[in-house]
T-cell receptor, first 115, second 119 residues
């Protein structure tokens, strides 16, 4: 079945450091890929998405590129801020005809950014 | 506007109580979802409604009863819950559950959640 594997956390960085959170997937059809962010005590917010191979999603300085050849969707940011401290979830939604489009989540990666 | 609202924000209930969670969206979405999230875990899908009809029930105990009275509203009725049901309950919506005959997917947008504590 479909699955998402994220790097284990927690990840602790200093402010202005470079961030990479690895995400790889397995899927039956042609999935759409998502990064959601969850700040402490809140719900999930869509951070970015990509719907086909080689698409790059970007938002708030975060980027991720849909790599079909490596089945990956790694999240990157060039300079993190304290306000980026949160849990990040990689997710896929498979898109074969007749699918329900359910989200499959990775386990989440907690990021802590120190001043 | 991609806002999904949920009420209440926090709820404490005893095991014999009956309570309801409410979710609302005005984006014209026809698919709505309930998820349960335990601490330090990803959300787990509970129910999916498509065009106001229940399309997925992920073997959820009957003490959880969903209801979709119209295309903008989704309720979750709670009765005789157990302490292990304490969690963050998240609602989400999307344009549709799937792309229909062409396949494809639609982005799910989440609400802020209801933090439920069962005593």
């Amino acid at each position: 079945g479909d699955s998402v594997t994220q790097m284990e956390g927690p990840v602790t960085l200093s402010e202005e450091a470079f961030l990479t959170i690895n995400c790889t997937y397995t899927a039956t059809g042609y999935p759409s890929l998502f990064w959601y962010v969850q700040y402490p005590g809140e719900g999930l917010q869509l951070l970015l998405k990509a719907t086909k191979a080689d698409d790059k999603g970007s938002n708030k300085g975060f980027e991720a590129t849909y790599r079909k050849e490596t089945t990956s969707f790694h999240l990157e940011k060039g300079s993190v801020q304290v306000s980026d401290s949160a849990v990040y979830f990689c997710a896929l939604s498979d898109s074969f005809i007749g699918s329900q489009g359910n989200l499959i989540f990775g386990k989440g990666t907690k990021l802590s950014v120190k001043p | 506007d991609t806002e999904v609202t949920q009420t209440p924000k926090h709820l404490v209930m005893g095991m014999t109580n009956k309570k309801s969670l409410k979710c609302e969206q005005h984006m014209g979405h026809r698919a709505m979802y309930w998820y349960k999230q335990k601490a330090k875990k990803p959300p787990e899908l509970m129910f999916v409604y498509s065009y106001e009809k229940l399309s997925i029930n992920e073997s959820v105990p009957s003490r959880f009863s969903p209801e979709c009275p119209n295309s903008s509203l989704l309720n979750l009725h709670l009765h005789a819950l157990q302490p292990e049901d304490s969690a963050l309950y998240l609602c989400a919506s999307s344009l549709r559950t799937s792309g229909g005959s062409r396949g494809g997917t639609d982005t799910q947008y989440f609400g802020p959640g209801t933090r439920l504590t069962v005593l």
